[in-house]
């Protein structure tokens, strides 16, 4: 008997073989599709070495013949972006890496230390030939780092993942997110004649790996609501010019990528798609659009409150952060509040000044004061990305003896000297079990929690993009020369317009040629992420900025030299410090002029006010906590300086 079941079982299990036998034929469709894909690129390759081993390439003629060569490996790249980009992003800048050096400064860093990686492939390959002398092995050297790299992407690791599903709507979420923030500006397009034409081919080889998908896993294959709008999208990329600063990048994203990547989302959460990739850390699968505020998460504005989702106790946490922001007992001196300097009437900044005054009141600080709104958008805090948290952004300044000039322990014993201020984070430490006793932890998270929720707020950009609604036409021309000729897009990125790009796991740092002053007598002598991270590529870098709300945060720049709007589009459109006649050895700021005209600035202007977010500022309090310290009841709402 029990030899009649074995063979009973060996029966079931032969036929859960050929089934699993024929889906996997089916699936071996689109594995042979990926790697025939992956092999017409690397013969590209392969020709480029070849053809640079073989050539003068100082010549004209030569270099005419690579290249050519060039552009058509970089054709077949584009055809497998898709998958590249994000099964191995660290290999793919040995392929086609923007930087030649870059200092990773993503969200992991709040794990580790930055550290220095090398750029590699066709992007810096192709900007090398537009050099006057050109070194055939260091022209070589480029493009085989990129060979090397392409290895992993046969391993089998790779083929474990064409083997789930999972894999496609993640990389088919980072695909559009690119299409929306990158693909289109010359960020990593060395010719400006070619982002167009590289864009539709990439547009239509996506297409072919949607239909090998299809094939593999039907279950699982894109709505047909979907697949129209991509059609769609094609036939609108190749009725457009193929001057990138003709297309029109507003129009590509709202009435296309945005409901596109609308589409996927929903479709990842239906299909319950599970991520392996560090890529997908900070975004959101809830998120509906690409211009919603909870598209990634960059900051953790609850602090020690992570956990707490009631909504009557977040309001306590909220009232009392509230207080905290507006009284000037986290001084050392008790007449300075976070209000003093970050205004709420001015966006969270002060317009009044260029730089702070001095906790002292002897000498102005370094740096311009930067608003608090969407700060929580930011991985790293802070021009300099000095601190990985908002709360130890408000540890630091509190703590700081030029800023605020208090010392912990003091000032949490001032604190909790008000019985309104004790009472309420004791009754809120029962709430974070890793924090038995109220600390400095709580002030802070309070802090960062009150002034966040003005993050959440939308502008009239967003609504544009959201929605069918009558567009502007300055606005819709400043964009798309934003996107475009003026090169702003290359360092703010849609959605924020800041330096964190898809997959919005890092934050980008610039060096710009900033001066000291209007007359451009000297470089700015502040050293920024150099003091962070001591580098020859951090020297004078910053942080880039978000431009939301940028018309009501003036001055502008680091240590707010330019007063207005057109000075800082003059700066850029002269080529920064080094188009102004500085010497700025590693300024990463192209140092050629845009040629931008008087229209053309003055629909970027248009455009940067529609950033403006729709926000409803709150009044002060009336009053602050009384003390058990007579001394301290003297504290004025929002403080003296």
């Given at each position: 008997?029990?030899?009649?079941?074995?063979?009973?079982?060996?029966?079931?299990?032969?036929?859960?073989?050929?089934?699993?036998?024929?889906?996997?034929?089916?699936?071996?469709?689109?594995?042979?599709?990926?790697?025939?894909?992956?092999?017409?690129?690397?013969?590209?390759?392969?020709?480029?070495?070849?053809?640079?081993?073989?050539?003068?390439?100082?010549?004209?003629?030569?270099?005419?013949?690579?290249?050519?060569?060039?552009?058509?490996?970089?054709?077949?790249?584009?055809?497998?972006?898709?998958?590249?980009?994000?099964?191995?992003?660290?290999?793919?800048?040995?392929?086609?890496?923007?930087?030649?050096?870059?200092?990773?400064?993503?969200?992991?860093?709040?794990?580790?230390?930055?550290?220095?990686?090398?750029?590699?492939?066709?992007?810096?390959?192709?900007?090398?030939?537009?050099?006057?002398?050109?070194?055939?092995?260091?022209?070589?050297?480029?493009?085989?780092?990129?060979?090397?790299?392409?290895?992993?992407?046969?391993?089998?690791?790779?083929?474990?993942?064409?083997?789930?599903?999972?894999?496609?709507?993640?990389?088919?979420?980072?695909?559009?997110?690119?299409?929306?923030?990158?693909?289109?500006?010359?960020?990593?397009?060395?010719?400006?004649?070619?982002?167009?034409?590289?864009?539709?081919?990439?547009?239509?080889?996506?297409?072919?790996?949607?239909?090998?998908?299809?094939?593999?896993?039907?279950?699982?294959?894109?709505?047909?609501?979907?697949?129209?709008?991509?059609?769609?999208?094609?036939?609108?990329?190749?009725?457009?010019?193929?001057?990138?600063?003709?297309?029109?990048?507003?129009?590509?994203?709202?009435?296309?990528?945005?409901?596109?990547?609308?589409?996927?989302?929903?479709?990842?959460?239906?299909?319950?798609?599970?991520?392996?990739?560090?890529?997908?850390?900070?975004?959101?699968?809830?998120?509906?659009?690409?211009?919603?505020?909870?598209?990634?998460?960059?900051?953790?504005?609850?602090?020690?409150?992570?956990?707490?989702?009631?909504?009557?106790?977040?309001?306590?946490?909220?009232?009392?952060?509230?207080?905290?922001?507006?009284?000037?007992?986290?001084?050392?001196?008790?007449?300075?509040?976070?209000?003093?300097?970050?205004?709420?009437?001015?966006?969270?900044?002060?317009?009044?000044?260029?730089?702070?005054?001095?906790?002292?009141?002897?000498?102005?600080?370094?740096?311009?004061?930067?608003?608090?709104?969407?700060?929580?958008?930011?991985?790293?805090?802070?021009?300099?990305?000095?601190?990985?948290?908002?709360?130890?952004?408000?540890?630091?300044?509190?703590?700081?003896?030029?800023?605020?000039?208090?010392?912990?322990?003091?000032?949490?014993?001032?604190?909790?000297?008000?019985?309104?201020?004790?009472?309420g984070f004791e009754k809120l430490v029962t709430y974070t079990p890793l924090d038995e006793e109220v600390s400095l932890n709580h002030i802070s998270s309070a802090i960062t929690f009150y002034y966040s929720k003005f993050s959440r707020n939308q502008a009239p950009f967003d609504d544009l993009m959201n929605a069918d609604i009558p567009v502007d036409p300055e606005v819709k021309k400043g964009f798309n020369v934003f996107m475009s000729?003026?090169?702003?897009?290359?360092?703010?990125?849609?959605?924020?317009?800041?330096?964190?790009?898809?997959?919005?796991?890092?934050?980008?740092?610039?060096?710009?040629?900033?001066?000291?002053?209007?007359?451009?007598?000297?470089?700015?002598?502040?050293?920024?992420?150099?003091?962070?991270?001591?580098?020859?590529?951090?020297?004078?870098?910053?942080?880039?900025?978000?431009?939301?709300?940028?018309?009501?945060?003036?001055?502008?720049?680091?240590?707010?030299?330019?007063?207005?709007?057109?000075?800082?589009?003059?700066?850029?459109?002269?080529?920064?410090?080094?188009?102004?006649?500085?010497?700025?050895?590693?300024?990463?700021?192209?140092?050629?002029?845009?040629?931008?005209?008087?229209?053309?600035?003055?629909?970027?202007?248009?455009?940067?006010?529609?950033?403006?977010?729709?926000?409803?500022?709150?009044?002060?309090?009336?009053?602050?906590?009384?003390?058990?310290?007579?001394?301290?009841?003297?504290?004025?709402?929002?403080?003296?300086?």
């Amino acid at each position: 008997m029990r030899f009649f079941q074995v063979l009973a079982s060996l029966g079931v299990l032969c036929f859960i073989c050929l089934l699993s036998f024929r889906q996997p034929g089916e699936l071996q469709v689109y594995q042979s599709f990926y790697h025939a894909s992956i092999d017409r690129f690397k013969n590209k390759q392969d020709a480029l070495l070849q053809l640079i081993r073989s050539s003068e390439v100082s010549d004209s003629s030569s270099k005419q013949n690579v290249q050519s060569a060039l552009n058509a490996a970089r054709t077949e790249l584009k055809k497998i972006d898709f998958w590249l980009r994000y099964f191995e992003p660290i290999a793919y800048k040995q392929i086609n890496g923007p930087l030649p050096v870059e200092w990773e400064t993503e969200v992991f860093e709040k794990f580790e230390k930055p550290y220095k990686r090398v750029g590699r492939g066709l992007t810096l390959a192709g900007l090398y030939l537009d050099e006057n002398e050109i070194i055939r092995d260091t022209l070589y050297s480029l493009v085989e780092s990129g060979q090397q790299a392409m290895e992993c992407y046969s391993a089998d690791s790779i083929t474990t993942e064409l083997n789930s599903y999972h894999h496609f709507f993640l990389c088919n979420r980072l695909y559009l997110l690119n299409l929306a923030a990158i693909y289109t500006t010359g960020f990593e397009c060395p010719n400006p004649e070619n982002i167009i034409p590289e864009l539709r081919t990439m547009l239509v080889a996506v297409k072919d790996i949607y239909q090998n998908f299809s094939t593999a896993y039907p279950k699982y294959s894109l709505t047909a609501n979907y697949q129209t709008l991509y059609e769609n999208l094609i036939a609108f990329a190749e009725k457009q010019s193929a001057d990138f600063e003709k297309f029109d990048h507003f129009t590509f994203i709202r009435d296309f990528i945005n409901p596109l990547f609308r589409i996927n989302q929903q479709l990842i959460v239906e299909y319950k798609v599970k991520s392996k990739s560090m890529l997908d850390y900070s975004l959101n699968r809830a998120s509906k659009s690409i211009f919603s505020k909870d598209l990634y998460f960059g900051q953790n504005d609850k602090g020690v409150f992570l956990r707490v989702n009631d909504s009557a106790v977040l309001k306590e946490i909220d009232r009392l952060g509230k207080m905290l922001f507006y009284d000037p007992i986290l001084s050392g001196n008790n007449e300075r509040s976070c209000a003093s300097c970050h205004k709420p009437t001015e966006f969270f900044t002060d317009t009044s000044r260029a730089t702070a005054l001095s906790f002292d009141k002897k000498f102005d600080l370094p740096r311009n004061t930067p608003s608090l709104l969407n700060a929580p958008m930011n991985h790293l805090v802070m021009m300099d990305g000095k601190h990985i948290s908002l709360q130890d952004q408000i540890r630091g300044v509190a703590l700081n003896p030029e800023e605020m000039g208090s010392e912990e322990k003091n000032l949490l014993k001032k604190i909790l000297s008000c019985a309104e201020y004790k009472n309420g984070f004791e009754k809120l430490v029962t709430y974070t079990p890793l924090d038995e006793e109220v600390s400095l932890n709580h002030i802070s998270s309070a802090i960062t929690f009150y002034y966040s929720k003005f993050s959440r707020n939308q502008a009239p950009f967003d609504d544009l993009m959201n929605a069918d609604i009558p567009v502007d036409p300055e606005v819709k021309k400043g964009f798309n020369v934003f996107m475009s000729k003026a090169q702003c897009a290359t360092c703010h990125f849609v959605p924020y317009f800041n330096g964190v790009k898809p997959p919005y796991v890092g934050s980008e740092f610039e060096v710009l040629g900033v001066p000291e002053d209007t007359a451009f007598s000297q470089l700015s002598d502040d050293k920024g992420r150099y003091l962070i991270n001591s580098a020859t590529e951090t020297l004078n870098a910053f942080r880039t900025g978000s431009l939301r709300n940028i018309m009501h945060t003036a001055p502008f720049m680091h240590n707010g030299v330019f007063k207005s709007m057109e000075e800082v589009i003059d700066f850029y459109d002269k080529g920064g410090g080094v188009g102004k006649g500085l010497v700025v050895p590693n300024q990463t700021l192209s140092s050629d002029s845009l040629h931008l005209t008087e229209m053309e600035k003055n629909s970027m202007i248009a455009f940067m006010r529609s950033l403006d977010e729709k926000i409803s500022f709150e009044d002060a309090p009336k009053k602050l906590p009384v003390s058990s310290s007579k001394s301290l009841n003297k504290r004025k709402v929002g403080g003296l300086y």
